[in-house]
């Protein structure tokens, strides 16, 4: 393959850089830390908040900037600064929510005081299920009433959808308003933005702020969150457990989360030892 000049590579972590059971391997750890040592800028670009990504690729010093939330944060390291956000308004967040918990549905948004959650979770096989997920952590009875007296911008709402039928529905129907993007996440999960918050959306900011074109941009991802970046990134990569809408939107397909395939991708097409 022909080699574009690349100054920076936008990462999905989870079913991306991460193993199902979310850690991150010591090779895919050693192909980003020489990634680094080349001067490309390793961007984790996720749809976890900051705090999401300590445990994992936080690992290797020297990580400048994330974007977080599907594009709706973008944050320079270490320090934290906010460069760039695309906060859902709390009028469209609580329509949201109330609509969604019409629905056998478990709910948790991002702010930015944290992640808080709807506390309905203890009656569901949510935690067998997904138990990298700190369910019992910071359970709101009233989360709509909550963020409206906390006056809370949200950042994302995140929805693990408990019914087949129902989740079908809610993928054909698409968002609950206009002012909001929808996206699948895995096999009962949406999220939910700003329509103006996408990792494309995220990617560009910092390109603005890096002076950057974003034809020098390598993406790799595995989810419908990462469809935009993937369309208008340089080179883009889906993974090999991605879906077929994710393959079809990318220039190159790679093997799975659980085979390394994204460092696997960028050894050979930096060419690496």
């Given at each position: 393959m022909s080699i574009k000049r690349?100054?920076?590579a936008a990462l999905?972590?989870?079913?991306?850089?991460?193993?199902?059971?979310?850690?991150?391997s010591d090779h895919t750890l050693s192909v980003l830390r020489r990634l680094m040592?080349?001067?490309?800028?390793?961007?984790?670009?996720t749809g976890r908040n900051l705090e999401g990504l300590q445990d994992n690729i936080l690992q290797i010093p020297g990580i400048s900037y994330a974007v977080c939330s599907n594009g709706a944060q973008v944050f320079r390291?270490?320090?934290?600064?906010?460069?760039?956000?695309?906060?859902?308004?709390?009028?469209d967040a609580v329509a949201a929510i109330r609509y969604l918990q019409t629905f056998p549905t478990f709910l948790y948004v991002h702010t930015d005081e944290g992640i808080f959650r709807t506390g309905n979770w203890r009656d569901t096989?949510?935690?067998?299920r997904f138990p990298f997920v700190r369910f019992w952590e910071?359970?709101?009875?009233?989360l709509p009433g909550f963020l409206s007296d906390k006056q809370l911008p949200v950042i994302k709402i995140g929805v693990f959808v408990l019914d087949d039928q129902i989740f079908q529905m809610f993928?054909?129907?698409?968002?609950?308003?206009?002012?909001?993007?929808?996206?699948?996440?895995?096999?009962c999960n949406l999220e939910l933005n700003a329509v103006r918050a996408s990792k494309a959306k995220g990617i560009e900011a910092l390109c603005r702020h890096l002076d950057m074109p974003i034809s020098?941009?390598?993406?790799?991802?595995?989810?419908?969150?990462?469809?935009?970046?993937?369309?208008?990134?340089?080179?883009?990569?889906?993974?090999?457990?991605?879906?077929?809408d994710v393959k079809a939107a990318a220039k190159f397909v790679t093997g799975t989360n659980e085979e390394d395939g994204a460092a696997e991708f960028l050894r050979r097409y930096f060419r690496f030892p």
């Open positions: 690349i100054r920076l999905d972590l989870d079913g991306t850089l991460l193993h199902g059971d979310k850690t991150i040592a080349e001067g490309v800028l390793v961007v984790p670009t390291l270490p320090e934290r600064k906010l460069l760039y956000e695309a906060a859902i308004s709390l009028e096989d949510l935690k067998k910071n359970n709101v009875e009233d993928l054909q129907k698409g968002s609950p308003l206009a002012s909001l993007s929808q996206f699948r996440t895995g096999p020098q941009v390598l993406a790799i991802g595995d989810n419908q969150n990462d469809i935009p970046l993937l369309r208008t990134a340089g080179v883009s990569v889906a993974m090999g457990n991605g879906e077929e």
